[in-house]
């Protein structure tokens, strides 16, 4: 058997599940599941099949300069394993050619590709000619075609990103949906603080390091075989969550006391952080429209041990018809919109595939609606905060604008838009802290 066919065989059927529509992150969950992996394969199956995932539309063009026959009309199965292969060739430095193309036509050989592996194993022998004669696919010299192809993106999201941020910001934005996304834990401050907590980890050989300007923020510096193997998670000394996010809960300055809403809650990591920031002395209301979802928040705050927390399953552009005893109720309320999520394409590599203009437009519509259904849940002199996880002007900005300007009453007390970049880690993020006067 070739050194690595199993890590290769994983990494396919992750990117099989994927096209089937799972979630990357679950199928990778799965697979690494099954096949009982050790930490140093699942970050290679990881940099593999998410690599393969991001990078579709360049693997793409190689397959249909090498091969007679286009991507669109190879077998779906032989396509996403060509893209293991060439994967290999093209992005890993470190895999010497012959071991990737051995183990990826081991893989053709053993499965029911097992009568194409000679045209697996002639189009990879072929790409490594073409790559050592410099002869490389031809891409169109427009800019945001060559992003497009490049960096690995449907061509009406390049367009739609270069009309937002302008052409520069663009190229550095899109080569951040392709970095390797930071692991950041926030500490839960009810439990522990964040010098113990660092020294644990530190005394399990774990690199850790506290994040700039968050109080309970912590980067690992390396990757874990598993995230819930590390220490104090079964306690809930902490939660995973990035560092963009965990600036969100500290906007609305939760206190003893306070009746707060969190009106799109699921799976928890702002609700547990307003909690946490109150002292577990709040009264909170943690609604969300999945019951599924509902149910991981559920379990956090036990894990966590938070006490101060209710949750309601219920679409929140209805509270107001189900709960009329709630309107002028709240002091601060929290609407962490469902969004597009552009913002966090570095974590979850199959979502620049499943997007779509018309996605983007449903969801305005939802965000207005929960803007203007929610807000007159909140007393006088309270605090709103809308916050995404997307960089779309028109889920941000522009949408608070116009809702601003319908709602006199309301008064912008600061906004924030944070761009995904190559160079730094953390994901793309947006709020607004909104006062009733
Ligand atoms: C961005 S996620 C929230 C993440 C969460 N705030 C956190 O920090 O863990 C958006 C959530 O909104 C929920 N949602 C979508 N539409 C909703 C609606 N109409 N009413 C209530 N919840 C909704 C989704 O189920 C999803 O859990």
């Known amino acids: 058997m070739a050194k690595g066919y199993l890590q290769r065989k994983a990494s396919w059927e992750i990117l099989l599940k994927v096209s089937s529509g799972i979630y990357s992150d679950h199928a990778l969950e799965k697979v690494v599941k099954y096949y009982n992996f050790n930490s140093l394969d699942i970050a290679f199956i990881t940099e593999l099949s998410f690599g393969c995932i991001r990078y579709r539309n360049l693997l793409d063009l190689w397959i249909d300069h090498i091969s007679r026959i286009s991507h669109q009309k190879q077998p779906p199965k032989l396509r996403w394993l060509l893209h293991i292969g060439l994967y290999q060739l093209l992005k890993m430095d470190k895999i010497p050619f012959s071991a990737a193309i051995s183990s990826t036509v081991e893989v053709a050989k053993r499965t029911e590709l097992k009568g194409l592996a000679g045209t697996v194993n002639a189009i990879l022998r072929n790409t490594i000619r073409n790559i050592k004669k410099e002869n490389f696919p031809k891409i169109s010299s427009n800019e945001m075609e060559r992003l497009s192809y490049l960096e690995s993106l449907p061509l009406w999201l390049v367009n739609e990103i270069v009309n937002w941020l302008g052409i520069e910001e663009a190229k550095n934005v899109v080569k951040a949906f392709n970095k390797k996304p930071s692991i950041d834990l926030r500490i839960n401050s009810l439990k522990t603080d964040l010098n113990k907590f660092l020294k644990e980890l530190n005394d399990c050989n774990i690199n850790a390091e506290p994040i700039n300007q968050l109080n309970d923020g ?48 699921a799976p928890g990591s702002k609700t547990t952080h307003l909690a946490a920031l109150a002292n577990d002395d709040a009264e909170i209301l943690a609604v969300d429209r999945s019951e599924k979802r509902l149910k991981i928040l559920q379990s956090n705050l036990e894990r966590l041990n938070i006490k101060s927390v209710k949750t309601f399953k219920a679409d929140a552009t209805s509270l107001i018809d189900l709960r009329p005893n709630l309107i002028s109720y709240f002091d601060k309320i929290l609407i962490d919109a469902p969004c597009s999520g552009i913002g966090t394409f570095a974590r979850n590599p199959d ?49 608070i604008k116009k809702f601003l300007s319908k709602n006199k009453e309301l008064k912008l007390e600061s906004e924030r838009q944070i761009l995904p970049r190559f160079d730094s880690p953390g994901d793309g993020f947006y709020a607004a802290k909104i006062s009733y006067k």
């Open 218 to 265: 912590v980067a690992l510096n390396s990757n874990p075989r598993s995230i819930k193997s590390l220490p104090g998670y079964k306690d809930g000394m902490w939660v995973v969550q990035d560092r963009s996010s965990q600036w969100i809960a500290p906007l609305l300055n939760p206190m003893k006391g306070e009746k707060i809403l969190d009106a799109c809650s």
């Open 351 to 399: 979502m620049r595939w499943s997007l779509s203009k018309d996605k983007i437009d449903q969801l305005i519509i939802l965000q207005e609606k929960l803007l203007e259904s929610i807000f007159p849940l909140l007393k006088r002199n309270g605090i709103l905060v809308y916050s995404t996880c997307t960089i779309c002007p028109e889920e941000n900005n522009l949408l």
